[in-house]
């Protein structure tokens, strides 16, 4: 289950995170520039039925950053998937919609933000049960 594992990021070419955690759901990590982030699912465990996530700047107090893209990428396998809809939803968050885990398996959800930073969330993708 997703809430009892803690995941380490490691750092790609165009992407440089630390370490996140995940508990019930969501997850949190910290941007490129240094923003407490997190990613939060409808259900604790992500399967290839899981289609919608928000996106939230953890510090309501900071400035609203808005999200440019949020693309699927499956590391291990070298693809991603289909595009997903962004509609902000209040000042700080971001609904994501069209999410499409075309298989089992280590996702990360990369999302770039306004102003060059940018994040990935890990994301374990489980069998449909």
């Given at each position: ?28 990590a ?19 039925d899981t289609?919608?996530?928000v996106?939230?700047?953890?510090d ?15 590391p291990e396998?070298g ?5 997903t ?6 000042t ?5 919609s ?30 449909t049960?």
């Amino acid at each position: 289950m997703i809430k009892s594992k803690i995941l380490q990021l490691a750092t790609l070419a165009c992407f440089s995170f630390s370490a996140a955690q995940v508990f019930a759901g969501t997850i949190t990590a910290t941007s490129q520039q240094g923003l407490a982030v997190t990613m939060t699912f409808e259900t604790d465990t992500i399967t290839s039925d899981t289609t919608t996530a928000v996106f939230c700047l953890a510090d309501a107090s900071r400035p609203a950053v808005a999200v440019q893209s949020a693309k699927l990428w499956m590391p291990e396998h070298g693809h991603g998937s289909s595009p997903t809809t962004l509609v902000a939803s209040g000042t700080h968050c971001t609904n994501i919609s069209g999410i499409n885990f075309v298989m089992n398996g280590k996702w990360e959800i990369r999302i770039k933000l306004a102003g060059g930073d940018a994040v990935a969330f890990p994301v374990d993708v489980e069998s449909t049960p």
